[in-house]
């Protein structure tokens, strides 16, 4: 079993910028991507960023390519979302997700509620 706690979200105002960090506990060893997806009120499960834990290769939604970062530390477990130059339009419920199987970085960013293992999420506003 995988924990996922995140940490960073908040209130910022348009322009801004906050960084998600989320800390993965317990079999970790089992873990082959993570990743990060949002739902605003009465709005779909959006996936926003993932990333290979081997490779360490990025995908990202087209609504936050140039805008949003996601990188991993394996030696710490942990994932981070640095998010820059903030719209309205992202606020949301930001849940950290992650998944054993290999090679689906790509799936689970365009079908988020498929990730095994995801966190309790962390609130950003932005106004």
């Known amino acids: 079993h995988v924990q996922l706690v995140e940490s960073g979200g908040g209130s910022v105002l348009a322009g801004g910028s906050l960084n998600l960090s989320c800390a993965a506990t317990?079999?970790?060893?089992?873990?082959?991507?993570m990743g990060w997806f949002r739902q605003a009120p009465g709005k779909e499960r959006e996936g926003v960023a993932s990333?290979?834990?081997?490779?360490?290769?990025?995908y990202y939604s087209d609504s936050v390519k140039g805008q949003f970062t996601i990188s991993r530390d394996n030696a710490k477990n942990t994932v981070t979302l640095q998010m820059n130059s903030l719209k309205t339009e992202d606020t949301a419920m930001y849940y950290c997700?992650?998944?054993?199987?290999?090679?689906?970085?790509?799936?689970?960013?365009?079908?988020?509620?498929?990730?095994?293992?995801r966190g309790q999420g962390t609130q950003v506003t932005v106004s």
């Open positions: 997700a992650a998944d054993s199987r290999r090679a689906m970085a790509w799936w689970l960013l365009r079908n988020p509620i498929q990730f095994t293992w």
């Open positions: 317990g079999k970790t060893n089992v873990l082959n991507c």
């Open positions: 990333i290979a834990i081997g490779a360490g290769r990025p």
